[in-house]
T-cell receptor
């Protein structure tokens, strides 16, 4: 089945230690999104790609970076995680012009 | 910010009863969507209603949209234990730029 896959499902890192979260998709969608969702809050868009065109949200901290080496894969890099970065990170995809987003299961990040 | 507000924040009902949750938003939209999120998982698209539509049905789901009041409601009829989840509304801006802004969510618990 076509899907959005996120690895790992749970990630523990230390304060200040760089961490990378990964997302892959078999839907062949051109648009990919990264959201941050803290406990009992709405998902918050961090950035998204139209193909290789990167679009950063104005309030996304510089600590967060992303890479998309090809259509299928997208990475979220947190350069120096702080305690406030502990959250669920959701990857999603959509077709260009598509209205529906397809989400992966998320990676829950814990910062010690 | 166009972030929507949902109410109630939490809702508990008996299995078989109907559940209604509401969403309000702030600016003009192209469409409004509802997503479900099971605990610790990604979001799943449920239904989309366009700005020129007033009501839409899908199985046990009924969505209404009142653009004059900038509000929407989601009705789940004949609730089941499996409907226990958080429900989020999400709006796509007027120009259809594909970014979604999510509401704060309603946590629905169905009591068997």
């Amino acid at each position: 089945d076509a899907m959005v896959i996120q690895n790992p499902r749970y990630q523990v890192t230390q304060f200040g230690k760089p961490v990378t979260l990964s997302c892959s998709q078999t839907l062949n969608h051109n648009v990919m999104y990264w959201y941050q969702q803290k406990s009992s809050q709405a998902p918050k868009l961090l950035f998204h790609y139209y193909d290789k065109d990167f679009n950063n949200e104005a309030d996304t901290p510089d600590n967060f970076q992303s890479r998309r080496p090809n259509t299928s894969f997208c990475f979220l890099d947190i350069r120096s995680p702080g305690l406030g970065d502990a959250a669920m990170y959701l990857c999603a995809t959509s077709e260009v012009g598509g209205e529906t987003q397809y989400f992966g299961p998320g990676t829950r990040l814990l910062v010690l | 910010s166009q972030q929507g507000e949902e109410d109630p924040q939490a809702l508990s009902i008996q299995e078989g009863e109907n559940a209604t949750m509401n969403c309000s938003y702030k600016t003009s939209i192209n469409n409004l969507q509802w997503y479900r999120q099971n605990s610790g998982r990604g979001l799943v698209h449920l239904i989309l209603i366009r700005s020129n539509e007033r009501e839409k049905h899908s199985g046990r789901l009924r969505v209404t949209l009142d653009t004059s009041k900038k509000s929407s409601s989601l009705l789940i009829t004949a609730s089941r234990a499996a409907d226990t989840a958080s429900y989020f509304c999400a709006t796509e801006g007027h120009f259809g730029n594909e970014k979604l802004t999510f509401g704060t969510g309603t946590r629905l618990t169905i009591i068997p």
